[in-house]
């Protein structure tokens, strides 16, 4: 049984532009801090969505993402703490390890307006956007990070999801990390956002009710099923430690696709107990470290979370997973989603699985990470 590490420490800051920011540390974190704001003033928000009736779904509208006016100097990074006399940036000077504050151009926002009607049904992009800082270093990634931050990490998203959830316009909260140029990351700074919906959203709700059909029919959990089937198989583990399993799975839709469970079935990030987030840090890690050490460089990706709604429903069929989709193809080419992918929603993945599974083994037995 791993040593417990101390509870993480929190303290909630409001920025002058009335923005909020949290501060993570494993030590208590100092009264008297400032939160800073970057140059250009407060931004309005007014995200709308509108209904797309043929694919009976909602497309979210941002347009005041646009208004950037402030440009930054050279080198400005403002996910680092402000230096005194410096800049402001996003985040205080002062002993945190993670800090999450709102997103200054949000997609989903808490107050959003009513939006004026059109052709299709409207509602108000209401949600949340925030920004995940890793660490006060500059540069890196997660298979960088301490194990112990990693697991504050954990901690973090969970406290961010069950804090979200709690608001009774959000039904969804989703962490992720866009790491790369590849797949957009604007910024180097390790860091990740979270996303959080005011309804449950297309791709987490189709994977819940194919969960809820399986249960109904065999009383198991579907995700916990398939993972008991990968690891009798073996081919494509990359993890296996402490009831969390790291694996490419057999029907991977894109090259060194790689997913991340526990064994047994966890509904949400916030149900997550001691044991479960050190071998969930150590898989997650191990994962990026492989990904790290395929070409001996940063490897792009886009990581993204899937747990239980905060609908307040029960959610007995959920099972938290976290998905990694990495931007290539079997070569250095970037996959772009296109003709079949887009307009047909099929799948073409030019290697199989077990051969790109064969190679992250070897990367993960490389970076001295293979379990
Ligand atoms: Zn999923």
Redesign the pocket.
Known sequence: MPASPAATIRRRLTKPDGRSVWLYAAEPIPEGIEAPAPRGGPVVATPELRWHPLRAEWVDYAANRQERTFLPPAGYDPLAPTEPGGEPTELPAGPWEVAVFENRFPSLAPGAPEPPGTLVPTRPGRGACEVVVYTQAAKGGLGDLELSRVEMLIDVWADRTRELGARPEIEYVMPFENRGVEVGATLQHPHGQIYAYPFVPPI?AR?LEEERRHRARSGRGLLETHLEAELADGRRILFDEEGVVAFVPVFARYPYEVWVAPRAPVPGLPDVDAPLRAAFARALRAVVRGYDALRGRPFPYVMVF?QAPTDGAAHPEAHL?V?FYPPYRTTERLKYLAGTEIGAGMFTNDALPEAKAAELQAALSAAGELR
């Open positions: 987490p994977e899937h997973h998905e």
